[in-house]
């Protein structure tokens, strides 16, 4: 039999929970983007926190905590007090950094609540303006004769820029020399500038130095060319037909977050989701916000745990680790 004393005790907190949870939030919330300040995660974050913002009546704070291809920035959440304060905005590399590290300060099916997906976006192979390559069949060639002298920008294992360059790597047989950074916001500084020769990123961070010439683009790495930069193939066209990558972002909150908690974030996200300034923006840089039916726990849930199994032997094939 449960004492009154107890049972009275554990109603009491449990009303303290949904009183929380009910005024929530009261204070500005943090969410942290696990890539540098400028680079196509850190775009999206903003967009959306400032439609959330509005939806919640509180401000929200974004934090780059770069490095480790995401991973200091995710494990920095799962650490973090599960009280809907300080939130993650990851990619896919939530999914193959399951794999790419065999030791991971975290995990991704045990450490979070999921709040929804936000978006799906292409990748497309870009590299600097003043390459004589033309199409991704001279690139590859080049590539190929070239070797460790071709320098591959990326922001580190883990990353998406990591994936497909490894993918890309993989389907050509050829090693090039990755360079890594703690996102693609500074790597694709360096491609304008020349100090590196190739990359693979977002639409969300190369669409506007694609159009004015500052970068070069080769393919789109999804099965249909985009209606942002309709004159750009797919990898398909350009000469891998197996090649296909398509990186999706997702919200979560730290392991214990109140249900209440999580639903009123799930919430915002679909309201922000809804927001014309954001559909409009992410239409200019490729992509579009996930569906109500997408922007929800369950299905980031299923997207993560899919993607973790997915992901697994084709990385477990490639043999890469981080450590
Ligand atoms: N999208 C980049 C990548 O995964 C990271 C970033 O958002 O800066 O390579």
């Not at 004393?5 to 554990?10: F, K, M, P, R």
């Not at 005024?23 to 969410?31: C, K, N, R, V, W």
Request: charged share 15%.
């Amino acid at each position: 039999m449960i004492k009154p004393l107890v049972l009275a005790a554990g109603l009491a907190a449990l009303a303290g929970t949904t009183a929380f949870a009910q005024s929530y939030p009261t204070q500005p919330i943090t969410i942290v983007v696990p890539f540098a300040a400028g680079g196509p995660t850190d775009t999206v974050t903003r967009l959306v926190a400032r439609a959330m913002s509005e939806d919640l009546g509180q401000n929200i704070v974004v934090e780059n905590v770069g490095g480790a291809g995401g991973t200091l920035g995710a494990a920095r959440v799962a650490q973090a007090e599960a009280n809907g304060y300080t939130l993650l905005l990851h990619h896919i590399g939530m999914a193959t950094a399951e794999t790419l590290y065999r030791e991971l300060p975290y995990s991704a099916t045990e450490d979070f609540e999921y709040v929804g997906l936000v978006t799906e976006v292409p990748m497309v192979f870009v590299g600097r303006s003043d390459l004589e390559q033309n199409s991704l069949e001279e690139v590859i060639e080049w590539a190929k004769t070239e070797g460790e002298a071709v320098l591959y920008a990326n922001a580190g294992i883990g990353a998406a820029s990591h994936l497909c360059g490894l993918l890309f790597m993989n389907a050509i047989d050829t090693q090039l020399t990755p360079i890594p950074y703690q996102g693609t916001g500074p790597a694709v500084t360096d491609l304008m500038g020349g100090q590196v020769d190739l990359m693979c990123d977002q639409t969300t961070n190369t669409t506007t130095q694609i159009r004015d010439g500052s970068i070069k683009a080769f393919a789109v790495t999804v099965p249909e060319r985009l209606d942002s930069l309709p004159d750009l193939p797919t990898t398909a066209e350009g000469g891998l037909p197996e090649f296909g990558v398509s990186i999706w972002h997702g919200l979560y909150a730290p392991s214990g977050t109140d249900e209440a908690i999580v639903a009123r974030l799930s919430e915002a996200l679909q309201v922000a989701l809804a927001d014309p300034t954001v559909i409009e923006r992410f239409a200019d840089l490729g992509t579009s916000p996930s569906s109500a039916e997408d922007a929800t726990s369950e299905a980031l849930e299923a997207k993560v745990r899919s993607e973790i199994d997915l992901w697994r032997p084709i990385i477990e094939a490639a043999g890469v680790y981080a450590n």
